[in-house]
């Protein structure tokens, strides 16, 4: 069965911290994905990387950064949390257009 | 911009009432629709992709169909294991990323 992993399924961090949110995808997918899920929002993309070192931002990427060293994983870094940066994380990666496969989510909660 | 709205927001059926969920959509050029299933507290799962209008999927009690403004995902004698909220999604040509609706929550009483 394929796997996307996610280190975390909960988080509680302060205000301030720095935090990271680790991905690892075990299909040997070319594109990898962060999204975070707000009630009534839906899934808004923060960043993309379509391959090793290289990304892209999405929607939403302001107080985010990411990075991807090895094909398999994809780090989301959070530089100073803040509240309004609680919210559901969801990882995921796909081969070229093909669908999407979703990690179990990072609930973070941030005080 | 790609946009993507799901109606209803909330879905409350009895066991076995068939119902349809719609998905509208706006996008510069269509490269595929995307069905997902949530489950609470766990990330989405594949239900279909459809690529041009016309094209129908099923899947057990499930079927999706797309227009090229809207995708609706029918329901059909559905079951108390149906409840969910099932997102949709869209994909522009020349782009990467998936654009989601909100989503609509289905619940199904025994």
């Known amino acids: 069965d394929v796997k996307v992993t996610q280190s975390s399924r909960y988080l509680v961090k302060r205000t301030g911290e720095k935090v990271f949110l680790e991905c690892v995808q075990d299909m040997d997918h070319e594109n990898m994905f962060w999204y975070r899920q707000d009630p009534g929002l839906g899934l808004r993309l923060i960043y993309f990387s379509y391959d090793v070192k290289m990304k892209e931002k999405g929607d939403i990427p302001e107080g985010y950064s990411v990075s991807r060293e090895k094909k398999e994983r994809f780090s989301l870094i959070l530089e100073s949390a803040s509240t309004n940066q609680t919210s559901m994380y969801l990882c995921?990666?796909?081969?070229?257009?093909?669908?999407?496969?979703f990690g179990s989510g990072t609930q973070l909660s941030v005080l | 911009e790609d946009q993507v709205t799901q109606s209803p927001e909330a879905l409350r059926l009895q066991e076995g009432e068939s119902s349809s969920l719609n998905c509208s959509y706006t996008?510069?050029?269509?490269?595929?629709l995307f069905w997902y299933r949530q489950d609470p507290g766990k990330g989405p799962e594949f239900l279909f992709t459809l690529y041009s209008a016309g094209e129908e999927k099923e899947k057990e009690r499930l079927k999706a169909t797309l227009t090229k403004k809207e995708s609706f995902l029918h329901i059909t004698a559905p079951k108390p294991e149906d409840s969910a909220t099932y997102l949709c999604?869209?994909?522009?040509?020349?782009?990467?990323?998936?654009?989601f609706g909100a989503g609509t929550t289905v619940t199904v009483r025994a």
């Open positions: 999604a869209v994909q522009a040509r020349n782009d990467y990323k998936l654009s």
């Open positions: 995921a990666s796909r081969q070229a257009d093909e669908k999407l496969f």
């Open positions: 996008v510069s050029g269509l490269r595929g």
